[in-house]
């Protein structure tokens, strides 16, 4: 789809979960928000994804091929785009330890895998919407 | 060329602000200190600019350190901000996280880790503040 001349195009949404159908229900709920998502289902097509696209948001489950993994990707992509929105979905009710991980590795929302897409996606845009960062990223 | 960089300890227990201020000086930093948030405060809210805040969770009163956290995020440069805490729960690291603190370390404080983060965390504030 080519944008309309003079018009931003949309802000770009990375989805690392090695779930696809969790992808695929990422990719909907974002593009609903009027995200363009590019999806990777492991660390390698991730760190390719960050070497080609800008993203303004990135959702990371926190298991990818092992427990924990996802945590220092979403470090990685809080380092490479410091403005972006990095959420991180864990498969267990956070609890402190992965609060702390969170603020550690500059991940600003934790999610419980087991939360609806749709619900995860409004809580970001919510928040995206009101903080500064929003400024400049076009939401719907 | 070496940056100059600087540091508040925050701390109701002077053996620790003792210690840390001796490991940060070792490491290059103009350290200063408070003893509590009050002090803290009067620091931060007096044109003092630091580039890092490092404080304790529970002094005066509980969580207390959360006020030091949310004043120094204020500064602009931005310091990076480091709590150190025995007691996280719940409620007082979803309000760190939410402020947007950048490191919470678990006392008894391992000081390579505690080193390692803040020099990270200076370098990436400085690059990103276009501080030099």
């Known amino acids: 789809m080519t944008p309309k001349q003079g018009t931003l195009p949309n802000p770009l949404a990375l989805v690392v979960h090695g779930d696809m159908a969790a992808l695929s229900k990422f990719q909907a709920a974002l593009a609903r928000k009027g995200f363009t998502t590019i999806v990777a289902r492991d660390l390698p097509t991730a760190l390719l994804a960050i070497t080609q696209h800008y993203f303004q948001l990135a959702i990371v489950s926190s298991q990818l091929a092992e427990g924990g993994d996802g945590w220092p990707l979403a470090g990685v992509l809080h380092l490479v785009f410091p403005r972006a929105f990095v959420a991180v979905v864990s498969p267990v009710e956070p609890d402190v330890l992965t609060l702390q991980a969170a603020i550690n590795y500059g991940a600003r929302e934790v999610y419980d895998q087991s939360s609806p897409a749709e619900d995860i996606v409004n809580s970001i845009v919510a928040q995206l919407i009101s903080s500064e960062g929003a400024n400049n990223t076009k939401v719907q | ?132």
């Open chain 2, 1 to 132: 060329m070496a940056l100059q960089r600087s540091v508040l300890l925050v701390d109701d227990e002077s053996s620790i602000l003792q210690t840390l201020r001796l490991v940060f000086e070792h490491e290059g930093y103009t350290v200063s200190t408070a003893e509590s948030c009050a002090e803290a405060v009067g620091l931060l809210s007096n044109g003092h600019d630091f580039d890092a805040v490092i404080t304790d969770l529970n002094m005066e009163k509980d969580d207390i350190g959360l006020e030091v956290a949310r004043v120094a995020l204020k500064g602009r440069p931005k310091p990076a901000v480091i709590i150190c805490t025995g007691f996280a729960s719940m409620a007082n690291s979803r309000a760190a996280m939410d402020m947007g603190v950048d490191y919470m370390a678990h006392k008894p404080v391992e000081l390579q880790e505690l080193i390692s983060a803040l020099n990270r965390l200076i370098a990436r504030h400085r690059e990103f503040e276009g501080k030099k």
